[in-house]
């Protein structure tokens, strides 16, 4: 949905180079997530914010580091990106009001060669 | 491990048929079970959802139908259509927090 965007949406990198997927969203929303979509293990956590000052880490944080730049912005980075890194990396968000109900992003495609 | 187990991984139905996917969990905290539609190359969007006070609720063609003591929830789409090809997620969550465990996720083909 455009109200929640990603960057890259595809990206092609090699193993060991450091790589930032950035999410944007217009919602309005406090709570921001980042997710991993492999085949046949569904979404995985990574990490989620729950307003700018708060950052945590999800099923799968290990590899990964994020930034919360701002309400509306929340970055991924692969500091040293590895093979096992490829897949689809989804954002999210939440309003607390709006009971687990999350928006994501059209998802980036990571390629690690 | 996987909290969340999802079945069956692919699914062919005929137009008008029924589409049956199963979810089964372990964490009895769960209280909030909702399933996401995602169609490709689109992130997954909300479809319905059940708290596990009722043991269904339905919306439409979509029906969820949860079992408490079974540990495990279902969405049935009646009437398949073509336009109900997508990957369907089963999802849990608990404490009425928003970290969602996702289930691996069933690829639904509905052929004309």
């Known amino acids: 949905d455009a109200d929640v965007t990603q960057t890259p949406r595809n990206r092609i990198t090699k193993t060991g180079k450091r790589i930032m997927l950035e999410c944007s969203q217009t919602k309005g929303h406090d709570r921001m997530y980042w997710y991993r979509q492999d085949p046949g293990l569904g979404l995985r956590l990574i990490y989620y914010?729950?307003?700018?000052?708060?950052?945590n880490k999800g099923e799968i944080s290990d590899g990964y580091s994020v930034s919360r730049q701002a309400q509306a912005k929340f970055s991924l980075s692969l500091e040293s990106a590895i093979p096992n890194q490829t897949a689809l990396y989804f954002c999210?968000?939440?309003?607390?009001?709006?009971?687990?109900?999350?928006?994501f992003g059209p998802g980036t495609r990571l390629t690690v060669l | 491990q996987q909290q969340v187990k999802q079945s069956p991984q692919s699914l062919i139905v005929q137009k008008g048929g029924i589409s049956i996917i199963n979810c089964a969990y372990e964490n009895t905290a769960f209280d909030y079970f909702p399933w996401y539609q995602q169609f490709p190359g689109k992130g997954p969007a909300l479809l319905i959802a059940?708290?596990?006070?009722?043991s269904e609720k339905k919306e439409g063609r979509f029906t969820i139908s949860f079992n408490k003591s079974a540990k495990q929830f279902s969405l049935h789409i009646m009437d398949s259509q073509p336009g109900d090809s997508a990957t369907y997620f089963c999802?849990?969550?608990?404490?009425?927090?928003?970290?969602?465990?996702f289930g691996g996720g069933t690829r639904l083909m509905v052929k004309p």
């Open positions: 914010s729950f307003d700018v000052k708060d950052i």
């Open positions: 999802a849990a969550s608990k404490d009425a927090g928003n970290m969602l465990t």
């Open positions: 999210a968000t939440s309003d607390f009001t709006t009971y687990n109900e999350q928006f």
């Open positions: 059940i708290r596990p006070d009722v």
